[in-house]
């Protein structure tokens, strides 16, 4: 009952302020005055209303009137009929006219010109001497400066040369090689093969491309004795060939493919362990998950 008694006390009391400044505002002429103000802005209101709704009509009028076009495309509609009537073009193979591969061979057999044979027979070189067809070529010799530095070191170079530095498939590195009798590196001759940079027997691409200190550090194997084995074979094509089982390229690149991670500087871990290189390290690796796989 309380409570009820003081809410009811309350509600007087406002209404009774409420009546009072009802009659402040009434006395005071202040009620007109926001009667006008509200007025004018619903006028206000209804002219932006009516603007905008000019606007509207002006672009459904804009929208129903004719599309402008360039003289091109009307030109092109005017054509369509005799483009889509002439033939697509196709290749024989689509056509159903398939054609045997024509070996060298062949194709010497079928040229009389001998310069044109040299030309194919150039285009085969091997990947440590990569023909090079630029017009206007004009190497200028090094300075006996950049010779010196040349030979301070033999495992990759120290200069970059990126017309005649030849890549290395692991470390590719496009420099010149520190061999003194690589006339390529020294005299700058682009017909002449790289000292430096191994070369595949089989392959002869650029996956069989090493340079002495790649060469050694992952494969354990001589930059000289690889020049005296004519029939040396890169990692890949012994892989495909099944020479060495589990004797696979360790480059990031090829690791990559086979979903392995890159081993990074695994030589100091293969020395320690007493391997000769990081490619023996892998294979005794790839040996031990071979049979456990295989139990």
Avoid at 114 to 142: I, T, Y
Avoid at 151 to 180: A, M, N, W
Avoid at 185 to 198: F, V, Y
């Amino acid at each position: 009952m309380g409570r009820l008694k003081n809410r009811t006390d309350y509600e007087n009391l406002r209404n009774a302020r409420i009546l009072e400044n009802q009659a402040r505002l009434a006395a005071l002429g202040l009620q007109k005055t926001i009667f006008e103000l509200r007025s004018l802005t619903s006028s206000a209101k209804s002219v932006e209303k009516g603007k905008i709704q000019k606007k509207n009509c002006v672009k459904r009028i804009y929208e129903t009137s004719n599309l402008r076009r360039s003289n091109r495309l009307k030109h092109f509609a005017a054509d369509s009929m005799t483009i889509k009537a002439v033939p697509y073009r196709r290749s024989d193979r689509l056509r159903g006219k398939y054609s045997e591969p024509t070996s060298l061979n062949k194709v010497k057999g079928s040229y009389g010109d001998n310069s044109k044979e040299e030309n194919l027979e150039e285009e085969m070189r091997p990947a440590n001497a990569p023909l090079l067809k630029v017009k206007g070529l004009k190497v200028p010799p090094l300075s006996p400066e950049a010779s010196a530095r040349r030979c301070d070191t033999k495992g990759r170079g120290s200069i970059y040369d990126p017309v005649l530095g030849i890549c290395c498939h692991f470390c590719r590195q496009k420099k010149l090689c520190g061999e003194e009798d690589c006339k390529r590196c020294s005299s700058l001759d682009p017909d002449q093969p790289c000292m430096g940079k191994t070369d595949c027997s089989v392959c002869h691409s650029t996956n069989g491309v090493f340079c002495r200190a790649c060469l050694k550090v992952r494969y354990g194997e001589e930059m000289e004795e690889v020049r005296e084995n004519k029939e040396w074979m890169c990692p890949h094509c012994i892989e495909e060939k099944g020479i060495n089982p589990f004797w696979i390229c360790n480059s990031s690149i090829c690791l990559k493919k086979r979903k392995m991670a890159p081993t990074g500087l695994a030589i100091y871990r293969a020395l320690d362990m007493g391997y000769k290189s990081v490619a023996h390290l892998l294979m005794d690796e790839l040996k031990r998950r071979n049979k456990v796989r295989s139990l």
